[in-house]
């Protein structure tokens, strides 16, 4: 059974007369435990898709279903409380808290989630074992995503979702950063969706999902995905 | 979540502290200025009780150079005296019920003190202004020679304190009264004859025509049931001449007229003060709501409900405000205690700290507000900001 369908979604922003339709009536399935990745321009709603599956907003029109739930007319407190226990983030912004330490800022979720994951663990999981008392500002970029990605697991959710995670790293952190959150993703069993301007990483990817113009272009699966270290970086 | 506010608080020490002082300032205001007025209503309640006379006698003279409400704020009327067989003529007035006179002295020579002191001589037997308010705190008899010395009079019982060269055993020190009497030292009409004796053959003292024990300064009388104080002091007025009767009345009304002035103007800038400190404590949360916009969204992303940012935010306010409010109760008695003489000397009017039961009611009052304040301030503008977008706060950064 598909862990998430959407079902003739559209999402219109309206400035004044100007309407703009992000999501133009996209219908869509995903398996659970697939590693799928959103390719598209600059503009085509990627973002914007990954956010109405997120929570973090609401569609215009039509029905997304999340393991059989529907979310897309949950209030804002049901969506809080969907966020909590089901999806985890990861950004091009890392959106750490300045004022708490890492293993503190991974450590929030505890409060938060219904089912979390060891703090600890997975600091140690992302090799932040040696840096837990450290303060964001502290360490690098890749580093800080490290941190990001340690606390979006650390929720342990259904639904790990990614938004450019490597837009703000330089090449070679960004390779680092991807494998592991790949490889941990994996190794948890966990349904993956990242949003990406990378075509390598489409290479991995169980289904490369094409996005323009607000609507789906194309969305293949692929048989024989290659591995981690296939992959010609 | 408790942990995480107090994190937060720390994370930022200096957000804290500025928040911190802000409350402090609130709570000094609300606090200190409630403390000032109930200090002055307390002046005014102790001279009303302790003016148990309803007419106050005084040579004319006294009566032309000295204010009445100075006569009890600052406790004489100067050098200025009357005879026996004057209070014998005011004695006959019909009406009154008791009679009691007390003969005033100043001395700039006390050995002890730096200021002026004012000595008041009084008549045990006959009196009853002073002693109701002497005998709680009355702390030895007060034989030939011994003085009750006023709370703010540096002396202890046990010492002396020299007067125009005679030493005077110190028998007790008397309860506050916040008035001009706390600086004065009581004594037997015996005694301060005594010392204006001395007085004369020292040269210091030379305004006394006559014999001294034959000398009053002052007055009191209290009427019979039913009489009209005012019937009563114009009677004198007519009847004895060289003397000035007034009505107790008309100097606890005008000590309440100019109190009742300030304290509408006291209470104006209070609120004025607190209004103000208010709004800034508005701002500073507004704009650190504002500054804390992507940490809050972090939040939320996580999926913490709008509910319980709010309460993370109220939680935080109401720690600073807590302290904050604390402080500025205790530093509110700490200043006004201190400052207590200079502050009714400044306004000129009797000061007394209130009883402690109301000291705490104004603590508990201002502490209450404080708390009020922040979390309100807090929880409005943390409201304001969730309804913003999440998702758009998160990728603008
Ligand atoms: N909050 C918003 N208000 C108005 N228009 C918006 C808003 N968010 C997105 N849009 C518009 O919707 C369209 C899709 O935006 P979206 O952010 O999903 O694109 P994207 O595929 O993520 O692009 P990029 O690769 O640049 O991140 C864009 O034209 C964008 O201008
Ligand atoms: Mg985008």
């Known amino acids: 059974m598909a862990i998430v369908e959407f079902k003739e979604v559209s999402r219109v922003y309206r400035n004044g007369d100007h309407e703009q339709r992000a999501l133009d009536r996209v219908n869509l399935q995903l398996e659970e435990g697939k590693f799928i990745v959103i390719l598209g321009p600059s503009g085509a709603g990627k973002s914007t898709l990954l956010n109405l599956l997120g929570g973090l907003d609401n569609p215009t029109e039509g029905t997304i279903m999340v393991k059989g739930r529907d979310i897309s007319t949950l209030s804002a407190n049901e969506l809080a409380d969907y966020r909590a226990a089901s999806v985890g983030f990861v950004f091009q912004s890392y959106n750490l808290i300045p004022t708490l ?70 090449s070679e952190t960004g390779v680092v950063v991807l494998k592991l959150l790949l490889s941990m993703a994996r190794e948890m069993g966990k349904t993956i969706i990242i949003v990406t301007h990378n075509q390598n990483i489409a290479k991995m990817a169980d289904v490369v999902i094409r996005v323009k113009n607000g609507k789906i272009q194309s969305c293949e699966e692929q048989a024989n995905p290659m591995s981690v270290d296939e992959v010609d970086w | 979540m408790k942990r995480l506010a107090v994190k937060n608080l720390l994370g930022r020490p200096g957000r804290t502290a500025a928040l911190f002082f802000l409350v402090l300032l609130l709570s000094l205001t609300l606090c200190g200025g409630g403390l000032v007025l109930s200090s002055l209503r307390t002046g005014l309640g102790s001279l009303e009780n302790r ?10 003279k ?47 020579r006390a050995s002890c003190c730096s200021i002026p002191i004012q000595v008041i001589g009084f008549d045990p037997e006959s009196d009853f202004t002073v002693s109701s308010w002497l005998k709680e705190s009355r702390q030895g008899s007060l034989d030939e020679g011994r003085l009750l010395v006023g709370s703010r009079v540096n002396a202890n019982p046990g010492e002396s304190i020299k007067l125009y060269n005679i030493s005077c055993p110190v028998a007790g020190q008397l309860q506050p009264t916040g008035t001009g009497l706390d600086t004065a030292v009581y004594c037997t009409l015996p005694t301060i004859r005594t010392l204006m004796t001395a007085a004369e053959d020292l040269g210091g003292y030379s305004s006394i025509s006559g014999d001294p024990s034959e000398t009053v300064s002052a007055v009191y009388i209290k009427v019979k049931e039913g009489v009209d104080p005012k019937d009563v002091a114009d009677s004198i007025n007519v009847h004895v001449r060289k003397v000035k009767a007034v009505q107790t ?4 009304t005008t000590v309440a007229d100019s109190l009742s002035g300030l304290e509408r103007i006291l209470t104006l800038l209070i609120i004025a003060a607190a209004v103000l400190v208010w709004l800034v404590l508005f701002a500073a949360f507004t704009l650190m ?16 409900s709008r509910g319980r940012l709010a309460g993370l935010v109220f939680r935080e306010a109401a720690i600073v405000s807590l302290l904050g409010s604390a402080a500025g109760v205790g530093l509110s008695f700490l200043l006004v205690h201190a400052f207590s003489g200079a502050l009714g000397n400044a306004l000129g009017l009797p000061f007394l700290l209130p009883s402690a039961g109301t000291a705490a009611t104004l603590a508990l009052a201002a502490l209450f507000g404080c708390l009020l304040a922040g979390p309100l301030a807090a929880a409005v503008s943390a409201r304001k900001l969730s309804r913003a977008d999440t998702g758009l706060i998160l990728r603008e950064g």
Do not use: W
């Not at chain 1, 450590?107 to 140690?124: F, G, T, W």
């Not at chain 2, 003016?51 to 106050?56: E, F, K, N, T």
């Not at chain 2, 504002?290 to 940490?295: A, D, P, V």
């Open chain 1, 101 to 170: 330490t890492v293993i503190e800022n991974v450590a929030l979720v505890k409060e938060i989630a219904p089912k979390p994951l060891s703090s600890h663990d997975m600091l140690k999981a992302v090799g932040l074992a040696d840096h837990i008392h450290q303060f964001p500002s502290e360490l690098s970029g890749g580093e800080q995503q490290r941190v990001s990605i340690a606390r979006a697991l650390a929720k342990n959710p259904d639904i790990l979702l990614c938004d450019e995670p490597t837009g703000a790293l330089d």
């Open chain 2, 51 to 60: 003016l148990g006379a309803d007419v106050i006698v005084m040579p004319a």
């Open chain 2, 62 to 108: 006294a009566a032309l150079k000295t204010d009445l409400d100075t006569l009890f704020l600052q406790g004489t009327i100067g050098p200025y005296y009357m005879n026996m067989s004057t209070v014998d003529k005011i004695a006959k007035t019909e009406g009154i019920s008791r009679l009691s006179t007390q003969i005033f002295l100043s001395s700039m």
């Open chain 2, 249 to 252: 009345r008309s100097v606890i």
């Open chain 2, 289 to 304: 709501t504002g500054e804390r916009k992507k940490e809050f969204a972090t939040l939320r992303l996580c999926g913490l």
